[in-house]
C-alpha cells in the first residue's frame, strides 16, 4: 500500500529552527508537495519538489531525496503565525496526490 | 477577489437526505477536485476533473457523484447522506495537473446526524 509518514505533533520556540520530517512509500513518485493548513482553514501551498536537493524560499526551505523516500521541510526564525499544520503530499505514477495526516507544530514564546 | 468558494460553509444533514456541495472558481484552472479531511487521517480525493466535461474517481467515491458543465463550477453530491459522510470537505483547483500548485476553498463542514 501506500503510506506517508509525518509526526503528529511538533513543538518548538519563538525564533528558533524546526526541522518536519515526512517519509514515503508510494507506487512511484512525480514530485513531493508541503502545504501549511491553519486551523479551521483552507491548505496553503509551501513547496514543491521534483528533484534531490534543497529548494529555500525565504524562511522555509524544502528538502528531498528520492533514493531514501524523505523529504524535510526546515523552517527558520519562528514566529507564532507558524503555529499551524503542515502536510506533506506526493504525487504517484498515476498522478495521484496521496496525503500525509499532517504535523501539528505548536510555537511556544 | 480571485479564488474557489464553496458553499455552505457547514450544514447539518439528516441521513437520508440528498445534499450537493458547491465550488466555483474564477482563476479559469482546468482542473479541480473534491477532497474529504477527517480528524488523524490525510486528505483523502473523492472526484476530480482534469478539464470540463471530464470527471474520475479519486479514492474514496462511493455515495458521492460530480458533474463539470464548465471550467468554473464543479459540485458534489450525496445522494443518500450516511453518518459516516460527516467530515470536512475541501474543493481545489489546478490550473493544469495535479503537479501544480492547488488551490484550495474555505472548507464545508458537513455533519450527517
Known amino acids: 500500500g501506500q503510506n506517508i509518514d509525518q509526526p503528529t505533533e511538533m513543538t518548538a520556540t519563538e525564533g528558533a529552527i524546526v526541522q518536519i520530517n515526512c517519509t514515503y512509500q508510494?507506487?512511484?513518485?512525480?514530485?513531493l508537495f508541503w502545504y501549511q493548513q491553519h486551523a479551521g482553514e483552507a491548505p496553503t501551498f509551501l513547496s514543491y519538489?521534483?528533484l534531490d536537493g534543497l529548494e529555500e524560499k525565504g524562511r522555509f526551505s524544502s528538502f528531498l531525496s528520492r533514493s531514501k523516500g524523505y523529504s524535510y521541510l526546515l523552517l527558520k526564525e519562528l514566529q507564532m503565525k507558524d503555529s499551524a499544520s503542515y502536510l506533506c503530499?506526493?504525487?504517484?505514477?498515476?498522478?495521484?496526490?496521496?496525503w500525509g495526516a499532517g504535523t501539528k507544530l505548536i510555537i511556544k514564546p | 477577489i480571485a479564488g474557489i468558494t464553496q458553499a455552505p460553509t457547514s450544514q447539518i444533514l439528516a441521513a437520508g437526505r440528498r445534499m450537493t456541495l458547491r465550488c466555483t472558481q474564477d482563476?479559469?484552472?482546468?482542473?479541480m477536485y473534491w477532497y474529504r479531511q477527517d480528524l488523524g487521517l490525510g486528505l483523502r480525493l473523492i472526484h476530480y476533473s482534469n478539464t470540463a466535461g471530464t470527471t474520475g474517481k479519486g479514492e474514496v467515491p462511493d455515495g458521492y457523484s460530480v458533474s463539470r458543465a464548465n471550467t468554473d463550477d464543479f459540485p458534489l453530491t450525496l445522494a443518500s447522506a450516511v453518518p459516516s459522510q460527516t467530515s470536512v470537505y475541501f474543493c481545489?483547483?489546478?490550473?493544469?495537473?495535479?503537479?501544480?500548485?492547488?488551490?484550495f476553498g474555505q472548507g464545508t463542514r458537513l455533519t450527517v446526524v
Open positions: 481545489a483547483s489546478s490550473e493544469e495537473g495535479a503537479n501544480t500548485e492547488a488551490f
Open positions: 519538489n521534483v
Open positions: 482563476m479559469r484552472h482546468n482542473a
Open positions: 508510494t507506487s512511484g513518485f512525480n514530485g
Open positions: 503530499a506526493v504525487l504517484d505514477s498515476n498522478y495521484q496526490l496521496i
